[in-house]
């Protein structure tokens, strides 16, 4: 016979050597977009401080050289900060902070259609205030609800901007395999509204105002292609002199057209994309010291708020001051003192209600 043989048992789950438990990869935080959203608050309040002198001239030299080209130096060292807003916010929907579902991005959107209108109430209501509302305040506030209004002039980006990230969000939630129908029923109504307007007036005589919701090629292209530079790994872009020769090019660039052609050069122009391209890839994947980066992300969270209020200072602080009889080297000097004086006026005013926790409504 056989001697018997003994048959080992099968390896129980428990003897089984335990697998490393799956965790989700840790979101990596770009101070380089922090430095971004900071730089392009400063710089459009360069370029609304910059207008004020251009305004002050009429926009012709004539009428006082020294101011004129003061402000238009500034203007031209602005037009790349709004688009750039849409590659952020294009970068934080595809890349940066893709939304999980529907829920986490109504909150997303209410952050920034509160303040919108939250500080359209408050132009309006000191407008009034100051007596200088050209329609009464009613018919403004109506008219804001579609698009922006005097003397809120600065929040008409948000008008596209908003659109853009409900338009990103929704493919994105798309191609997760989600069904956004909220998001879907926004983009429609914003699709459908003008037309639905002009019936209003069509059928009633009753002039209804010109509808702002909504984006064109050059915003959403500024998003989607933006959001692709910033997500290009560091030590790709290896020719970043070339940018640096090219960026103030593009500048005088716009600084030509701006005095020779239209004042103000639009968002679309290929002048326009130079700077942004260059702006981009010259600050996209900086490295920020570490003992920088609390007071940059301090100043960065606060720079929203800071965008929102700024008018009120440029408009009770620079227009009073701006003269046209000014020579260059004192309108230059001028320029950048009341531009450090919005810049400390509107971060503190912002940093104020974000202690205050104030900042959802304020921004």
């Known amino acids: ?95 940066g902070a893709p939304p999980k579902d529907s829920a986490r991005m109504w909150k997303r959107l209410v952050r920034n259609t509160v303040p919108l209108f939250a500080w359209t109430a408050v132009y309006l209501l000191w407008a009034w205030l100051r ?33 853009i ?40 005589g009753h002039e209804m105002p010109a509808v702002a919701w909504g984006f064109s090629t050059y915003s959403l292209v500024y998003a989607v292609g933006g959001a692709m530079l910033f997500a290009v ?29 239209h004042y103000v050069i639009p968002n679309a122009h290929l002048f326009v994309a130079v700077m942004f391209i260059c702006v981009l890839l010259l600050v996209s994947r900086v490295n920020i010291p570490e003992k920088w980066r609390p007071l940059l992300q301090k100043l960065a969270g606060a720079a929203l708020g800071a965008y929102m209020v700024h008018v009120l200072f440029v408009e009770e602080i620079v227009r009073p001051l701006v003269s046209p009889d000014l020579s260059g080297p004192v309108a230059a000097l001028l320029l950048a003192g009341l531009l450090a004086a919005v810049l400390a006026l509107s971060f503190a005013t912002s940093l104020l209600w974000g202690r205050l926790n104030l900042r959802r409504l304020l921004g």
């Open 1 to 95: 016979m056989q001697p018997e043989t003994t048959l080992s048992p099968p390896e129980t789950a428990a003897a089984a050597p335990a697998r490393p438990a799956v965790t989700a990869p840790k979101r990596e935080h770009r101070f380089d977009v922090d430095l971004m959203r900071l730089l392009c608050s400063v710089i459009v309040m360069l370029g609304h401080v910059g207008s004020q002198f251009i305004r002050s001239t009429g926009n012709d030299p004539a009428n006082g050289s020294g101011t004129y080209w003061a402000g238009h130096v500034a203007e031209a060292i602005n037009p790349f900060a709004v688009p750039m807003y849409f590659a952020i916010a294009g970068w934080a929907v595809l890349v």
């Open 233 to 261: 790994p560091a030590g790709v872009v290896r020719w970043r002199k070339a940018l640096l020769v090219l960026l103030p090019v593009s500048m005088a660039a716009c600084l030509w057209y701006n005095t020779q052609v």
């Open 131 to 163: 007596d200088r509302n050209e329609r009464p305040m009613t018919e403004l506030a109506a008219d804001s609800l579609v698009g922006s209004v005097e003397p809120a002039y600065h929040l008409w980006f948000m008008y596209t901007y908003i659109p």
């Open 165 to 204: 990230i409900v338009l990103l969000a929704f493919a994105m939630l798309i191609k997760a395999g989600q069904r956004p129908w909220g998001l879907g029923a926004v983009l429609l109504g914003m699709a459908v509204l003008p037309s639905v307007l002009s019936t209003v007036t069509e059928t009633t």
